[in-house]
């Protein structure tokens, strides 16, 4: 693998709303118990690679004036992620807090690093992406909410870099961002910061009263935070803090790929063991996501050798927008997602049905969550406590989001990719850049189990039992 190259610092500043561009001069939002769960988690870090085979002097003279004020005009939308986030004494729950003159952190890069490898879908280091992810602190009373680093490749291209803190947007939200943000550069000076270039059912629902708690979830969840966080304090509020969650040695990072073929294939080896699955009830979604599980599982059997394998586990991200009894806007700004969580006897994923085993599993917890979405989610922020300092595969997908839309004048994104996977375990899935009706996902495993998974994979999809 290639060593860790360090990037220049070129520029550092702040960037904020326009002044006065915000109504009022102040404005505080508390978190609802779907922030609140994400409180401690990592912050997701994410990457979107542009093609820009033009030198250094053409980005920092030309477009870089323009990323700043068409960034600035952005976050006059989406306020928010100007703002920090803090738990004072005299507050029951964290706020995110905005006063008219915040910012965010902006840094501009230069890297001599080779552009293609890195943007690739080729097994590379993890660490190699970590110079183009920007510095967000996370400990203190008082935590800005979001940083961005842009890191030019001179000839080569350039990397838009998102560090967040989750408590304040889930994916879907901070890929709305990005491409209100883009959409606004793009389009040049029409997009202004009332947003009158960008239609009303692309702008951000801001609002977070519409977040019922019906069953008191939020008074759990404050408990747990209090204990996780401690009582330390200064300024008046409560020190904040993450779960300690490292880069584990020897890990690796790589894309896979499924093809519309792909897809159909794995469909129809799943309906043909379970004939009374509906093909339309079926989705891309939960296919891939068995298959990759099966595939890791094998995987992982073919590596760390047992004669009791044991239970295995895979969490699924679900949105709930539209899944609410009074269901909210699809532009809702905020945390609006739940984990579902599969267990299985890893002998029985390993079987030559093994990937009908998960689907059933997968789709079985999907549609429980018809009885009520919020159906055991008390219990979620403790069970995620519990896994401090460890890895969890967990599928989360932004599909259907149109990622790859997200273009600041430059063309599509050449890769976006999840940075901060290689710490939670996260398999990363969207719709496919360059193949209509094709996925992608990211993993980060240890080598020796990324290269069993690749030959899993590839092997798997070729022979009539998967």
Known sequence: MAPRRPVKVIESCRIGPPKGSITSTSAILPLTFFDLVWLPLPTPQLLYYYDFPQPLTQFTESFLPHIKHTLSLALSICYPLAGNLSWPHD?????????????????????????????????????ELHPLVPHLPVSGSVVPVSAIQATVFPNSGICIGITIHHSIVDGRSLTHFMKIWASISRLGDAGNAGGESLSNE??????????????????????????????????????????????????????????????????????????KTQPNRLSTFVAACAYAWVCLIKAEGKVIKSENPGMARL????????????PIPGTYFGNCVRGCVMTSERADLMRGDGVAVATELIKEAMSGLRKGVLGGVEHVLSNLLKLESRRAFAAAGLMGFGIYETDFGWGRPKKVELVSNDRTGALFMRESRDIDGGIEFDLVLHKQVMEAFAQEFYHGLQRSNL
């Open 202 to 275: 692309s702008l951000p629902f801001l609002d977070r009263t519409v977040i019922n708690d019906p069953n008191n979830i939020e008074k759990t969840y404050l408990k747990e935070l209090v204990r996780f966080m401690g009582s330390k304090s200064e300024s008046g509020s409560r020190i904040l803090k993450l779960m300690d969650v490292k880069l584990e040695p020897d890990m690796v990072r790589a894309t896979f790929e499924l093809n519309p073929t792909n897809i159909w294939r794995i469909k129809d080896f799943i309906l043909a063991q379970h004939e």
């Open 91 to 127: 507050s029951y729950k964290p706020i995110v807090k905005y006063i008219d003159g915040d910012s965010i952190s902006f840094t501009v890069a230069e890297s001599d690093a080779n552009f293609y490898r890195l943007s690739s879908n080729n097994a590379k280091d993890p660490e």
């Open 315 to 326: 969490v699924v991200t679900v949105d709930c927008r539209a899944r609410l009894d009074n």
